[in-house]
């Protein structure tokens, strides 16, 4: 039996929210959309979401909500995926990178302080930086709220991983140190609506920009037209917006899924206390947890040690997929991908990236991993690496 890296868990609540929907009159656009909007904004202490079809919809949504367009420049990560740095090129900007801090992999904030202070000495200062909570640990966000203000850009979470984590003790979404945080409700993240994602914000104007975008560009409010309505059925478009809406049916798994969110945690913080146990004692780095955080655990990333073991990482990969362990790698640093080339980066400015991605492995951790599945993870790793 294969045992994957992540995936969903279903409820018989779960699947008895959906059939309501089926069953009711509004497939999209009924009230399940509002109602899940309203208990994630409670639920992480914000002030608005917005549901989106994905995450990377609610990414570039809030892009343009922040106003990045073709003159513009946006920072991110490189350890990410794609879609942290592609919802800048929507917009019509470049992207630049921040290398990780090497313990734990999220944006490293000495690297950003000092890639800023060129960027200022070269008038080339980023618009927008997309920090993302890598694993489901956040970042350093009071560091990189001052440098924000000092050096004048906004800031956009990028927390796919990290529902239900907790940054100095608020929930990860309170948009505390902010502009806008996105969430992914993709099946292998947190909690699921098959494919979703959300925007959070406190910022009504960023709200209502964001909302507008999300279905073409369209208002049915008369305070925003630019004449009286024609009649009862008029509406305008004011932008060109997109279709990135949410369905009701997807709603409501999310809504039903949200009152879970915690005891997934809870389940993923136990699963990753025994890899720690199990694998403290061998020559590998385990995930730091800094004492500020609280992690959603959406990974659990070991990092190969010995020279001998880092040369043979994909030897050590490929020994655990043929085993039926359906280990990955989060991620390859964006930089690499042949689109990004265009860019001509200097990848060997990027070290810790460069260390990471050689060395890095994600082991299968997901609510439902039985104890006796993660023994037979444990029990091949502690082989592969004495081969
Ligand atoms: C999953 C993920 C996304 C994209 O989410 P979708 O909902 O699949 O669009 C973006 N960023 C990160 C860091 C992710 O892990």
Not at 195 to 205: C, P, S
Not at 312 to 337: A, C, M, S, T, W
Request: charge should be neutral; charged fraction near 20%.
């Amino acid at each position: 039996m294969f045992i994957p890296y992540g995936r969903q868990t279903i409820s018989q609540k779960d699947i008895d929210a959906v059939c309501r929907v089926l069953k009711s009159d509004y497939l999209t656009q009924g009230d399940m959309t509002e109602r899940f909007e309203a208990a994630l904004a409670e639920y992480c202490r914000s002030q608005y979401a917005v549901l989106t079809n994905n995450a990377t919809a609610a990414l570039h949504l809030a892009c343009l909500a922040l106003g990045v367009s073709s003159e513009d420049i946006v920072w991110t990560t490189p350890i990410s995926f794609v879609a942290s740095a592609n919802c800048a090129l929507y917009c019509g900007a470049s992207v630049d990178f921040v290398d990780i801090d090497p313990n734990t992999y999220n944006m490293s904030v000495s690297a950003l302080k000092n890639k800023l202070i060129q960027a200022r000495e070269a008038n080339r200062l980023p618009k927008v930086v997309i920090p993302v909570h890598m694993t489901g640990q956040s970042c350093d966000m009071e560091s990189i709220h001052k440098l924000s203000q000092e050096f004048k850009f906004s800031i956009l979470e990028d927390a796919s991983h990290a529902i239900g984590g907790r940054y100095k003790d608020q929930p990860i979404g309170s948009c505390l140190y902010s502009d806008i945080v996105v969430f992914s409700f993709h099946p292998v993240k947190i909690i699921t609506t098959g494919e979703g994602g959300v925007a959070l914000t406190n910022n009504k104007t960023l709200e209502k920009k964001i909302r507008l975008m999300r279905s073409h560009g369209i208002t049915r409010n008369p305070e925003l037209m630019t004449k009286l309505p024609d009649g009862p059925w008029y509406y305008q478009q004011l932008r060109l917006g997109y279709n990135y809406r949410m369905t009701d049916i997807q709603a409501a798994l999310g809504f039903s899924q949200l009152s879970s969110v915690d005891i997934f945690v809870r389940r993923r913080h136990e699963l990753a206390k025994r890899y720690d146990d199990a694998l403290g004692s061998m020559a590998l780095k385990l995930p730091l947890q800094t004492s500020d955080t609280y992690s959603s655990y959406h990974l659990y990333v070991i990092r190969l040690c010995k020279n001998d073991d880092i040369s043979r990482q994909r030897e050590i990969f490929e020994y655990l997929i043929d085993n039926g362990v359906g280990v990955n790698l989060h991620y390859i640093p964006i930089y690499k991908q042949p689109y990004y080339s265009k860019f001509k980066l200097n990848q060997k400015a990027f070290v810790e990236s460069e260390a990471y991605y050689k060395s890095a492995i994600s082991l299968p951790i997901y609510p439902q991993l039985r104890e006796e599945q993660q023994d037979i993870v444990i029990d091949l790793i502690k082989k592969a690496l004495k081969h």
